[in-house]
């Protein structure tokens, strides 16, 4: 399975944008990139996936290099309801087993400062 | 919005004991899984299953089995529970193949 490197904690204050970045130098071309976050006491929330081009959600926005080999989320403007651990994530479109193989790193915790 | 249900919180269980861990989800999903989260270890899949009565193994499925005998219902059974089968567990489906996963809150077993 081809991995992702994240770094382990980031800081930021509120209300300032915030860019998790993410490494995954492995990529295959039918690999998409998806982000996930998992608040204190709950299950991983799912924020937002890619593939090739720039995505944007209600949540945030995934920038993709151009040779897919990282990728960056960012969150516009982050709160404190944004402090969580940050999942960056590579699941294979095909074969269909492979795809149900979402294999979790240890993610970023992201702090942030009020 | 999607639900999945993970019938308990929290759960403690003796060394030995039959551990029945239930999830359900409301939305029709093809889909479901069963992860643990450790600490330093992260999720690891431990089984999943893409149609009812079907399943696949997953990283860590030693010691687990799980049934599906209905769409929305995804059990893990733990046959004999061990004290290193402590852990968060937690269940997710998802609509169709690569599509995004949604999680329930977890389950935190505790086998003393």
């Known amino acids: 399975d081809a991995k992702t490197t994240q770094p382990n904690s980031m800081e930021s204050n509120e209300e300032e944008p915030v860019h998790l970045p993410c490494n995954h130098s492995?990529?295959?071309?039918?690999?998409?990139i998806h982000w996930y976050r998992q608040l204190p006491s709950q299950g991983p929330e799912y924020v937002i996936h890619g593939l090739t081009s720039n995505v944007n959600n209600r949540m945030a926005s995934l920038a993709i290099a151009e040779d897919r080999k990282s990728s960056t989320l960012i969150l516009h403007r982050a709160t404190l309801r944004d402090a969580a651990v940050y999942y960056c994530?590579?699941?294979?479109?095909?074969?269909?087993?492979?795809?149900?193989?979402?294999?979790f790193g240890q993610g970023t915790r992201l702090t942030i400062n009020p | 919005d999607v639900k999945v249900t993970q019938s308990s919180r929290y759960l403690v269980k003796r060394t030995g004991e039959k551990v029945f861990l239930e999830c359900v989800q409301d939305m029709d999903h093809e889909n479901m899984f069963w992860y643990r989260q450790d600490p330093g270890l992260g999720l690891r899949l431990i089984y999943f299953?893409?149609?009812?009565?079907?399943?696949e193994k997953g990283d860590i499925p030693e010691g687990y089995s799980v049934s599906r005998e209905k769409k929305e219902r995804f059990s893990l059974i733990l046959e004999s529970a061990s004290t290193n089968q402590t852990s968060m567990y937690l269940c997710a489906s998802s609509p169709w193949s690569g599509s995004p996963l949604h999680f329930g809150n977890g389950t935190r077993l505790t086998v003393t």
């Open positions: 299953s893409y149609d009812v009565k079907m399943k």
């Open positions: 994530i590579l699941r294979p479109t095909r074969p269909i087993q492979g795809a149900q193989k979402l294999v």
């Open positions: 492995t990529i295959s071309g039918t690999d998409y």
